[in-house]
Structures are given as C-alpha cells and as structure tokens.
C-alpha cells in the first residue's frame, strides 16, 4: 500500500482495487459478460451513479477478470468473482501489474498533497502504455478513477486514445457525472448506469465492510440506521460509520426540532464540533446531513411525503418545519445554506461560525409562517 495520499481510498477502509466483494449492480456484471463472452468486448465503458455505490470496485473486478482470462471468459462465468489468491489479483492489490494503468489525480511532489484534476501529463502515460507490447497476457487495461477529475486538456488526450484504441485494450472511466464529459467521449464509450442500493444493501455491505477493516462492529439496528442516512452510497455510510455519523445525526435533529427557538447554548455547543483540525471530519459529515434533510423537508414540503424515517424525533422535525414556511421559502433557504457550504469549502472560512449561520437560515426561515 503506498504511503501517499489516495484521492480514491476511505481512510480506514478496504481499497477498491483490495475489495473481493460487490454488493449489488448484478445486471451490470452480466452485461460486461455477454459483451466479453460475445467476442465484441467494447474498448471503452462509462461507469456511471453516485458516488459511493461500487463503481470503482466493479471497474477493478473487470480488470482482474479480463487481464485474468484474456479474450476468452471461463465458460461458467456468472459474475465477475475472481478468488482473492489468484495471481492476478493479487498482483493488482498490491499495485504491481504491468498490464493495468491506473489514472487518478497525482499527488503535488512540493506539497505531498493530492492535486485538484488529473493533468494532461497523467493522461498522456496512456500513450506509451499502449505503445508497448501486453506484457502477461495480451490485454492492457485502463482504470480512470474518476473521470469527473480530468481537466479538459486530460479529457482531450484521453480522448485521442478513444478514438484509435489498440487491439485488446480495455479502458475502464468511473464517473459520478456523466453529463459533465465531452459529449465525444460519451459517444465512444459504452455505458453501464448503476443506480443507489437498497438500505437492506447497504446495510448489509457496511456490517461486511466493518467487518473486514477491524472496526468496530455495527449491530442490525445501528447499520440500517447509518444506510437510511447514506442515500444508498455504502462509500458514504462508511464515512458515517467511522466518523460518529449517527450521534452527529440525532444531535442536529435535536437542535433542528426545537425551531424556530432552539437552546443557543446547545446550538453553540453542537457548533464547537466543527472547529480546528480534528472538526474537518465532523463538518464534511454535518454538511452532507443538513443538505440531505433539507432536500427531504422540501420535497416532502411540497408532496406531503417524508419518506421512510426511522430516527427518533425525524419526523416531528420534518412535518413542524414543513409548516412553518411555504415550499418555496424553504428551497431558497436551501439554496443560501449549500451556498454556505461551498464557500466554507472552497476558502476555509470559520467551519464553527458558518454553522450557526446556517441554524440562522433555518431559524429565520421557520419564524416566516406560510
């Protein structure tokens, strides 16, 4: 495992290329199958759903796979399952097959940190790496992870690759956005849409996934609880998982159900959490959690309609703020706090101090009777 940075590991948790499990996206594997098996594999496939779900993993699970068999699929093959002590996956675990290439943002040799795009100087590896004969096996294999990364220069030269792709060349793009790619490189990819998983599966693959890391282990309750919140991204119920999502989450509720007159000593309190280094965690969580209940206290605002909720006080939060202002009043104040968010994000403002600006929002919001 390298020791810098990586923009596509939770830290703490299995890597993509480490997982030997997938959970969910069956219909997904058996398409890459019957394209394989059909001797017209596709050269290049888009990946594409939200963030969290098992892209990468499945990208990773096509390349063990074909640089594995080559172009001959084993005739019983039903999933993409290749046994963790095989050779080849082995190999691809530990970073060490020459025959895949992986493109991800770099990390800044200055700064050690990780850069803001894949660069144009990252794509360009493509071209000597299929310039050069298939060292085991006859395939070569691109990961791109993600393709949502790419600056536009890097987009261009990976679009050249597309255009001309060598013989038994396989090139793999993870994207959470696919309307944001070049519309020339959407048409020369074939596209396998994953979609959220269920809760039950989600809940599923955290108690696995917890598992397997050596954290600490959630009970049945605590992990349909966790994916209720991850909006059916086992990424970001790991995330809550790991970073006290839970006690995060019944803690803003407390706050949020005692509007438009909350405890200012409990909100400065709840605040607090967001402060220095140790709050960066705390924040990134708490902004994904207020987000989300707000798209749900407006959508339900206007169908009547909270869906499912599980957590103790969620739905008198829900239905009270739901009538204190109109649907609208509460979208524009929807809007104000993601803008928050994103400057907080972009420019490092005081983390603790935009969060009681945004229970202002919100308090302001809920004072404005419909």
Not at 6 to 16: A, N, Q, S, T
Not at 22 to 41: C, K, N, V
Not at 182 to 189: G, Q
Request: glycine content about 8%; proline content about 5%.
């Amino acid at each position: 495992m390298s020791e810098l940075p990586e923009p596509d590991r939770l830290e703490g948790f299995l890597h993509p290329r480490e997982a030997a499990r997938l959970f969910g996206h069956a219909q997904a594997e058996t398409a890459f199958i019957d394209s394989w098996r059909s001797g017209a594999l596709h050269h290049a496939w888009l990946i594409t759903g939200p963030k969290g779900i098992g892209k990468a993993t499945l990208a990773y699970r096509m390349a063990r796979m074909v640089l594995a068999h080559g172009s001959q699929p084993p005739e019983d093959l039903t999933s993409l399952d290749l046994p963790q002590e095989h050779l080849t996956a082995r190999r691809i675990a530990a970073e060490g097959h020459g025959d895949l290439l992986v493109l991800r943002r770099p990390v800044d040799e200055k700064t050690k940190k990780l850069k803001r795009d894949i660069t144009v100087d990252e794509a360009r590896r493509l071209a000597p790496f299929f310039g050069k004969a298939a060292g085991e096996g006859g395939w070569r294999v691109v990961i791109v992870d993600c393709a949502d990364d790419l600056n536009i220069n890097a987009a261009n030269a990976l679009l050249k690759n597309l255009e001309e792709p060598p013989r038994n060349a396989l090139i793999l793009m993870v994207c959470h956005q696919p309307g944001s790619q070049l519309p020339t490189i959407r048409s020369r990819c074939r596209t396998l849409a994953l979609k959220s998983l269920p809760v039950e599966t989600v809940a599923e693959a955290l108690q696995f996934q917890m598992k397997v890391a050596e954290q600490v282990p959630l009970s049945d309750d605590e992990a349909l609880a966790i994916a209720h919140l991850s909006g059916g991204s086992i990424g970001h119920g790991l995330e809550l998982a790991g970073g006290g999502g839970l006690d995060l989450y019944q803690g803003l509720l407390s706050i949020l159900i005692s509007m438009p007159q909350p405890d200012v000593s409990a909100t400065h309190g709840f605040a607090a959490l967001f402060s220095g280094k140790k709050g960066e965690g705390q924040w990134r969580l708490f902004s994904e959690l207020i987000s989300g209940f707000l798209i749900r206290l407006t959508r339900g605002a206007v169908t009547g309609d909270f869906g499912a909720t599980i957590f103790d006080h969620e739905r008198e939060a829900l239905g009270t703020l739901a009538h204190m202002a109109s649907p609208t009043d509460w979208i524009d104040c929807l809007d104000r706090i993601n803008v928050l968010i994103e400057r907080t994000n972009a420019v490092n403002l005081d983390r603790r101090q935009v969060a009681l600006s945004i229970f202002y929002e919100i308090q302001s919001c809920a004072r404005h009777a419909a």
